[in-house]
């Protein structure tokens, strides 16, 4: 099993930073990918960016590639997600998930963390 626990959500104006993190404690020797999705209300669940193992490989939506930074530090068992240039429609509650090895789906996933946008 392992646990995924995210943090450094909050109220950001509209154009700021934030950067989230997301430990995970564990069998975290079994994570091959972790990734970020987003939830907005009454909306679906939103893939925003992945990264490999060895960092190696990174994947972005279209809607935030130009604007969002996804890394891990292995060492720390911590994942991050940077985020630049905020919008209002990027308010969401934001979750970490993990893959591990030899599984096509997305297994573990943390509580959340609230990311609120003002204009």
């Known amino acids: 099993q392992v646990q995924l626990v995210e943090s450094g959500g909050g109220l950001v104006q509209a154009g700021g930073s934030l950067r989230l993190s997301c430990v995970a404690s564990?069998?975290?020797?079994?994570?091959?990918?972790m990734g970020w999705f987003r939830q907005a209300p009454g909306k679906e669940r939103e893939f925003l960016a992945s990264?490999?193992?060895?960092?190696?490989?990174?994947y972005y939506a279209d809607s935030v590639k130009d604007r969002f930074t996804i890394s891990r530090d292995n060492a720390k068992n911590t994942g991050y997600l940077k985020m630049n240039s905020l919008k209002p429609e990027d308010t969401a509650v934001y979750y970490c998930?993990?893959?591990?090895?030899?599984?096509?789906?997305?297994?573990?996933w943390g509580q959340g963390t609230q990311v609120t946008v003002s204009s």
């Open positions: 990264i490999t193992k060895s960092g190696g490989n990174t």
């Open positions: 564990g069998r975290t020797s079994t994570i091959y990918v």
């Open positions: 998930t993990a893959r591990p090895y030899g599984y096509s789906d997305y297994v573990y």
